[in-house]
């Protein structure tokens, strides 16, 4: 069994901090689901680690797309 793919995510915080990581499409899920609950802070696993987020002050989560981006684009 192969290990789960990583993607890269940036997160802005209002006041212009941006925090950029790399998760499993599960710690994206489980992200996404705690902006829409009540609880403030969230400990998002991440490849490196894990960090806790919170949640109140979270401005977007952008995700990567899957594309490469090797070469010149025409």
């Known amino acids: 069994m192969s290990p789960e793919r990583h993607i890269r995510i940036s997160i802005g915080f209002a006041g212009g901090q941006l ?3 790399r998760v ?3 710690a994206l899920a489980g992200l996404d689901s705690a902006l ?3 609880d403030r802070w969230f400990e998002l696993a991440v490849e ?7 949640l109140t002050a979270v401005a977007y989560v952008r995700v990567d797309s899957d594309e490469g981006r090797v070469g010149f684009g025409a």
């Open 48 to 54: 490196d680690g894990s960090v806790r987020i919170d």
């Open 19 to 21: 925090l950029a990581v």
């Open 24 to 26: 499993t499409g599960e």
């Open 36 to 38: 829409g609950g009540s």
